[in-house]
């Protein structure tokens, strides 16, 4: 059997070692690539860095565990340019599944600036409707949420106790896995006026890019990427800078195999 013959019949078990590899290495020797950021990403960090000092930000976390890879590190790297510019946060979302990837990723980085609950953050926690929640909060906020995710009112909490609705929040960010986005942009952007920032999975990214050119939105961050050049604007190489070493080489080995395969495909077919 000669080499190109070889190459189409290749164990897979082969395939899947040099992928773990090609992952695994970059992570354990922690290799830094430089990052080149995108206009979108600068567009969402201009947003977030044009608020003044004690403006309020609502985060909603509208991911759950099957996105956080992607989605946590951009949480981690927007709460720390809001806190870093003194900034409340107010964070809900549209899926039970997030709420404690939320409040996990609030906890790290209030911890980190030293804020405390309730005066510099606060978790509203999760209502379904989707729709419904987004445009009563446009009316009244506590049409949904009376009490934070602890069963505290709302007029009990320093943060909060003047938050009535989109009004009295000065910047909303979405971070999505799913359709929210789109009905964010569609409710809170377009009957209320409210500006957006969203912030999706790769995948999801290139459906938002008609609400960035129609300037509904103000900034995209897209999937792991999307976090690592955040984390560059602000200075603060975390996960998604370390990720970007073992997705290029993931990249680059499924481009060789493709290459390879094709290769060995069309000699094998013209010797027949």
């Keep these: 059997m000669g080499l190109f013959e070889r190459l189409q019949k290749i164990d897979r078990r082969i395939v899947y070692l040099l992928m773990a590899l090609a992952v695994a290495?970059?992570?354990l020797t922690k290799v830094v690539f430089p990052i080149r950021v995108s206009e979108p990403?600068?567009?969402a960090y201009r947003a977030v860095e044009s608020l003044q000092p004690g403006s309020r930000v609502l985060v909603s976390v509208d991911y759950d565990p099957s996105s956080m890879p992607e989605v946590q590190p951009m949480l981690i790297a927007v709460l720390r340019h809001c806190f870093s510019r003194d900034l409340k946060v107010v964070m809900m979302g549209h899926l039970p599944l997030g709420i404690p990837l939320g409040q996990m990723g609030l906890e790290q980085v209030a911890r980190e600036f030293n804020r405390e609950y309730g005066s510099d953050w606060v978790n509203l926690g999760y209502r379904p409707g989707y729709v419904a929640v987004m445009v009563g909060m446009g009316r009244e906020i506590r049409e949904f949420f009376k009490t934070d995710?602890?069963?505290?009112?709302?007029?009990e909490l320093p943060l909060t106790k003047g938050v009535h609705n989109y009004?009295?929040?000065?910047?909303?960010?979405?971070?999505e896995h799913g359709t929210a986005g789109d009905w964010w942009v569609q409710v809170a952007q377009a009957r209320f006026g409210e500006r957006i920032v969203l912030g999706t999975?790769?995948?999801?990214?290139?459906?938002?890019?008609?609400?960035?050119?129609?300037?509904?939105i103000e900034g995209l961050i897209g999937g792991l990427k999307g976090a690592a050049?955040?984390?560059a604007l602000?200075?603060?190489?975390?996960?998604?800078?370390?990720?970007?070493?073992?997705?290029?080489?993931?990249?680059?080995?499924?481009l060789?195999?493709?290459?390879l395969g094709n290769v060995g495909y069309f000699v094998a077919r013209r010797r027949g």
């Design 25 to 27: 290495i970059p992570l």
């Design 41 to 43: 990403v600068r567009g």
């Design 149 to 155: 995710v602890r069963g505290t009112p709302l007029d």
């Design 167 to 175: 009004n009295d929040i000065a910047l909303l960010i979405g971070l």
């Design 201 to 216: 999975t790769a995948v999801m990214a290139p459906d938002c890019y008609p609400y960035l050119q129609a300037k509904q």
């Design 229 to 231: 050049e955040y984390e």
């Design 234 to 254: 602000i200075g603060e190489p975390a996960v998604g800078t370390l990720g970007m070493p073992a997705q290029s080489a993931a990249h680059c080995l499924i």
């Design 256 to 259: 060789l195999f493709i290459i």
